[in-house]
């Protein structure tokens, strides 16, 4: 006769030793970010207001399209203020604007685009905030 007990016993010790490289891992080795929008500039804001230059889904898909119609708008024809889809206004400015409310670089841009394997060139040049730890 089969002995049941040890059999069970036996698959579950099977069961934890192959699942446990999964379990391990789990939420640690790709820790998925979660871009933070509490900066001090944002929190300041009504809530009502706490908005991006557009909308949230726009900003995540078309962000980096963004920054090259300003850039661009900016240098080739000085023009410098963006009327969004709500009809408010923005001044033009990577540092300026983009970044006085992003002022968690680190946690925020760095974060995601190590996440996606980006690396923006923009810092050669442009300002980034200043922040705390390094
Ligand atoms: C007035 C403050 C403000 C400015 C200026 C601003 N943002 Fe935002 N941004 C926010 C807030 C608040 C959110 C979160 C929006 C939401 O949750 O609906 C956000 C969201 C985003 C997101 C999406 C994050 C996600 O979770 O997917 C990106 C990307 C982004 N901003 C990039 C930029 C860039 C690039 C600029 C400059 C062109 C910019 N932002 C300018 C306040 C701002
Ligand atoms: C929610 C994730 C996310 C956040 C937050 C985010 N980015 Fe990005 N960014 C991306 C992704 C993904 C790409 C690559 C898109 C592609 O290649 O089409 C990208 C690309 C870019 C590019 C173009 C780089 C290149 O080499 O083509 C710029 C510029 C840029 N991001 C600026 C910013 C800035 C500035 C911030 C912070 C204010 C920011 N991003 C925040 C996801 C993010
Ligand atoms: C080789 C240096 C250099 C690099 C690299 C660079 N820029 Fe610029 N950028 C400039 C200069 C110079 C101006 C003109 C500043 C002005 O007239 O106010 C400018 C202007 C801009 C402007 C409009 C004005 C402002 O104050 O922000 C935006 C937006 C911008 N760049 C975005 C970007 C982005 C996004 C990247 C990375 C994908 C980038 N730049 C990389 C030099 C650079």
């Given at each position: 006769m089969y002995n049941a007990g040890k059999i069970l016993i036996g698959l579950i010790i099977f069961f934890g030793l192959a699942t446990f490289p999964f379990f391990y891992n789990m939420g640690k080795a790709i820790a998925k970010p979660e871009p933070k929008v509490d900066t001090p500039e944002i929190m300041k804001l009504a809530k009502?207001?706490?908005k991006c230059v557009e909308s949230k889904e726009f900003m995540r898909a078309e962000h980096m399209q963004l920054l090259n119609e300003w850039r661009d708008s900016v240098v080739r024809s000085n023009t410098r203020v963006y009327v969004n889809a709500e009809g408010k206004k923005?001044?033009?400015s990577l540092q300026n604007t983009c970044m006085r409310c992003h002022?968690?670089?680190?946690?925020f841009c760095d974060e995601c685009h190590n996440y996606m394997a980006v690396k923006p060139y923009c810092w050669d040049c442009h300002i980034a905030p200043k922040e705390?730890?390094?």
């Amino acid at each position: 006769m089969y002995n049941a007990g040890k059999i069970l016993i036996g698959l579950i010790i099977f069961f934890g030793l192959a699942t446990f490289p999964f379990f391990y891992n789990m939420g640690k080795a790709i820790a998925k970010p979660e871009p933070k929008v509490d900066t001090p500039e944002i929190m300041k804001l009504a809530k009502q207001d706490r908005k991006c230059v557009e909308s949230k889904e726009f900003m995540r898909a078309e962000h980096m399209q963004l920054l090259n119609e300003w850039r661009d708008s900016v240098v080739r024809s000085n023009t410098r203020v963006y009327v969004n889809a709500e009809g408010k206004k923005f001044d033009m400015s990577l540092q300026n604007t983009c970044m006085r409310c992003h002022s968690n670089k680190k946690k925020f841009c760095d974060e995601c685009h190590n996440y996606m394997a980006v690396k923006p060139y923009c810092w050669d040049c442009h300002i980034a905030p200043k922040e705390k730890e390094s």
